[in-house]
């Protein structure tokens, strides 16, 4: 009875124990065993597709393969139980799979630990062969590796991932939760003894749904056009950085966003990290001249100047102990708006503006949302800056030279998005990228714009577009050997701000346009900073870059009306 009651304890004990380990706390353990079992915490996230409003592919996981070897379970199909390859033999049926020699794989295979990576960035293809041999020991993992088939064209807005697969910049980042699948982890369970159990990893075929997809409102065809008319001007006039942007002004939609300098972001790792900032989105510049339109503009809302205009022009002008100065310190006697706008006049603007009050002005400003940052879906967008009320009321000079564009910073987006409002008859629209989620067949998830927001009256617009198009007409490009295009257009020299001064030798040069002049559908910008060369104006540099994407957009078939660019 002694011992039988000693045996029934026994057993009562181990199956209490065993009730404990497998009911009580057999959830926690089974997590714990796999976080040990796990050689990395890392999971891999399968990705989406990126692809232009045509569909064309610009990134997408493309699934490639990676050997990994197990010494110590090397075995052959039909292998008696216990029984251990050798490398050697390992290697001899591997050769001809992998293409490689025998000796090189043994070399790797002799003498490591019991996990070693043997070979990465293989096939599908041989990755099949390779299971299709079915030696225990090998593994196939099949794991995603980030394609950028178009390679720099993109990158400063898509981005990219790093080595490991974290993203880095662009819509990448920004777009991350979007982008994702799902995670699924491909690594392989160790035992306790840090050995590597030879499990069977993904299957070829277990990482395809790449149904959904995320589509952007960038047309991969005038991205091209764009960036090869700004790579040609970059390298004629040596400058540091430039870009062409697009927007459909009704919307807000991006048609083209190119940027220099740019980078691979396949080989990311040998670009200076400074080129993966979007510069057009996240840099402030001093505008210039291109944003005398939105002045005009102010002008007409308040009622200080009318259609029929003019200001005396006497080449220079002084405000307080400043005498500022046209271009060349050219006299233009009287003018009317449109010729303001031609022979792009300081001292016109600075006369004309004066005529309001310098509080106004400053509220016309802070309206036009200068201060903030655009609302957008591309990642880094800066707010610009104004002088405070205070000091831009009680110093004249801050409001006579932000008439002309000088003394205000903002980016070259928030300059498309004013422009933009100038040609779709005063409303602020949202700049934006990304068209939504969908699947080969239908849109399935849009991102919800915000409404739109009126800044300017139509009437107010229409005169400025007017005068933009007859000054547009009547401007000559020097040097620049061009026709004229049938746009509204504003071209921009500003000089850039050093040491407290700004240099003359320094300059920052752009070229903006509505198209159609009629009813204006596209605003085209092109602004290329620090040209070094003879004549380094807006009309000689970034014009004619301007004019390169405008008979792009005009020469493809399904983004201008059939009328064509004519207004």
Same mark, same amino acid.
């Given at each position: 009875?002694?011992?039988?009651?000693l045996?029934?304890?026994?057993?009562?004990?181990?199956?209490?124990?065993?009730?404990?380990?497998q009911?009580i706390?057999?959830?926690?353990? *089974?997590?714990?065993?796999?976080?040990?079992?796990?050689? #990395?915490?890392?999971?891999?996230?399968?990705?989406?597709?990126i692809?232009?409003r045509?569909?064309?592919?610009?990134?997408w996981?493309?699934?490639?393969?990676?050997?990994?070897?197990?010494?110590v379970?090397f075995?052959?199909?039909?292998?008696?139980?216990g029984?251990?390859?050798?490398?050697?033999?390992?290697?001899?049926?591997?050769?001809?799979?992998?293409?490689?020699?025998?000796?090189?794989?043994?070399?790797?295979? #002799?003498g490591?630990?019991? #996990?070693?990576?043997?070979?990465?960035?293989?096939?599908?293809?041989?990755?099949?062969?390779?299971e299709a041999?079915?030696?225990?020991?090998?593994?196939?993992?099949?794991?995603?590796?980030?394609?950028?088939?178009?390679?720099?064209?993109? *990158?400063?807005?898509?981005?990219?991932?790093?080595?490991?697969?974290?993203?880095?910049?662009?819509?990448?980042?920004?777009?991350?939760?979007q982008?994702?699948?799902?995670?699924?982890s491909p690594?392989?369970?160790?035992?306790?003894?840090?050995?590597?159990?030879?499990?069977?990893?993904?299957?070829m075929g277990?990482?395809?749904?790449?149904?959904?997809?995320?589509?952007?409102?960038?047309?991969?065809?005038?991205?091209?056009?764009?960036?090869?008319a700004?790579?040609?001007?970059?390298?004629?006039?040596?400058?540091?950085?430039?870009?062409?942007?697009v927007?459909?002004v009704?919307?807000?939609?991006?048609?083209?966003?190119?940027?220099?300098?740019?980078?691979?972001?396949?080989r990311?790792w040998?670009a200076?990290?400074?080129?993966?900032?979007?510069?057009?989105?996240?840099?402030?510049?001093?505008?210039?001249?291109?944003?005398?339109?939105?002045?005009?503009?102010i002008?007409?809302?308040?009622?200080?100047?009318?259609?029929?205009?003019?200001v005396?022009?006497?080449?220079?002008?002084?405000?307080?102990s400043?005498?500022?100065?046209?271009?060349?310190?050219?006299?233009?006697?009287?003018i009317?708006?449109?010729?303001?706008?031609?022979?792009?006049?300081?001292?016109?603007?600075?006369?004309?503006?004066?005529?309001l009050?310098?509080?106004?002005?400053?509220q016309?400003?802070?309206?036009?949302?200068?201060?903030?940052?655009?609302?957008?879906?591309?990642?880094?967008?800066?707010?610009?800056?104004l002088?405070?009320l205070?000091?831009f009321?009680?110093?004249?000079?801050? *409001?006579?030279?932000?008439?002309?564009?000088?003394?205000?910073?903002?980016?070259?987006?928030?300059?498309?998005?004013?422009?933009?409002?100038?040609?779709?008859?005063?409303?602020?629209?949202?700049?934006?990228?990304?068209?939504?989620l969908?699947?080969?067949?239908?849109?399935?998830?849009?991102?919800?714009? $915000?409404?739109?927001k009126?800044?300017?009256q139509?009437?107010?617009?229409?005169?400025?577009?007017?005068?933009m198009?007859?000054?547009?007409?009547?401007?000559?490009?020097?040097?620049?050997?061009?026709?004229p295009?049938?746009?509204?257009?504003?071209?921009?020299?500003?000089?850039?701000?050093?040491?407290?001064?700004?240099?003359?030798?320094?300059?920052?040069?752009?070229?903006?346009?509505h198209? $159609?002049?009629?009813?204006?559908?596209?605003?085209?910008?092109?602004?290329?900073?620090?040209?070094?060369?003879?004549?380094?104006?807006?009309?000689t540099? *970034?014009?004619?870059v301007?004019?390169?994407?405008?008979?792009?957009?005009m020469?493809?078939?399904?983004?201008?009306?059939?009328?064509?660019?004519?207004?």
């Amino acid at each position: 009875m002694v011992v039988f009651l000693l045996l029934l304890l026994s057993v009562l004990g181990l199956a209490g124990r065993l009730f404990w380990l497998q009911v009580i706390q057999g959830h926690a353990l *089974a997590q714990q065993a796999r976080s040990r079992q796990a050689p #990395s915490t890392r999971s891999v996230a399968i990705r989406r597709p990126i692809v232009d409003r045509q569909g064309e592919v610009l990134a997408w996981d493309e699934m490639r393969v990676r050997i990994w070897a197990h010494p110590v379970y090397f075995q052959f199909p039909g292998d008696r139980d216990g029984q251990r390859r050798s490398a050697a033999e390992v290697s001899q049926r591997l050769a001809p799979v992998l293409n490689r020699p025998a000796a090189d794989l043994e070399q790797r295979l #002799s003498g490591q630990g019991s #996990s070693i990576r043997l070979l990465e960035h293989l096939s599908l293809e041989k990755g099949e062969r390779v299971e299709a041999l079915g030696i225990s020991g090998i593994d196939v993992e099949v794991y995603p590796q980030r394609r950028y088939p178009q390679g720099e064209l993109f *990158a400063n807005v898509v981005g990219f991932l790093n080595l490991e697969r974290q993203p880095q910049a662009g819509l990448e980042l920004s777009r991350n939760t979007q982008l994702q699948q799902g995670e699924r982890s491909p690594w392989r369970l160790g035992a306790g003894s840090g050995a590597m159990l030879p499990v069977n990893t993904l299957s070829m075929g277990a990482i395809t749904d790449d149904a959904m997809q995320l589509q952007l409102s960038l047309d991969a065809r005038l991205q091209r056009a764009a960036y090869g008319a700004l790579s040609a001007a970059m390298e004629q006039w040596t400058a540091t950085q430039g870009a062409v942007m697009v927007m459909d002004v009704q919307n807000g939609e991006l048609l083209a966003l190119a940027s220099q300098p740019s980078f691979d972001p396949g080989r990311f790792w040998q670009a200076n990290p400074r080129h993966f900032r979007g510069w057009p989105v996240e840099d402030l510049y001093e505008p210039g001249s291109t944003f005398k339109p939105v002045n005009l503009a102010i002008a007409l809302e308040e009622g200080v100047i009318h259609g029929n205009s003019t200001v005396h022009d006497t080449g220079s002008v002084v405000v307080e102990s400043w005498t500022l100065h046209n271009n060349r310190n050219q006299v233009h006697g009287v003018i009317t708006m449109p010729q303001v706008l031609q022979v792009s006049s300081n001292v016109g603007m600075v006369k004309t503006m004066s005529r309001l009050s310098r509080q106004r002005y400053w509220q016309w400003l802070h309206k036009l949302e200068i201060e903030q940052a655009p609302d957008t879906d591309l990642p880094g967008a800066t707010a610009g800056q104004l002088k405070s009320l205070q000091v831009f009321r009680s110093n004249p000079i801050h *409001a006579a030279t932000a008439s002309f564009g000088q003394g205000i910073a903002l980016t070259p987006l928030k300059l498309l998005q004013l422009h933009a409002a100038l040609a779709n008859g005063g409303w602020l629209v949202r700049p934006h990228v990304v068209q939504g989620l969908r699947n080969r067949n239908a849109m399935a998830a849009t991102p919800r714009l $915000p409404q739109r927001k009126r800044i300017f009256q139509e009437a107010s617009t229409a005169t400025v577009r007017n005068w933009m198009a007859a000054a547009t007409r009547l401007a000559q490009a020097p040097g620049a050997g061009l026709q004229p295009r049938p746009v509204a257009g504003k071209s921009g020299t500003s000089q850039k701000a050093r040491h407290g001064g700004y240099d003359p030798d320094t300059v920052t040069t752009s070229f903006v346009a509505h198209l $159609p002049t009629d009813q204006p559908r596209f605003v085209v910008l092109a602004v290329l900073d620090e040209p070094r060369g003879e004549e380094t104006y807006g009309t000689t540099v *970034a014009l004619p870059v301007a004019y390169r994407v405008i008979d792009s957009i005009m020469a493809l078939d399904n983004l201008l009306p059939a009328r064509g660019g004519a207004g």
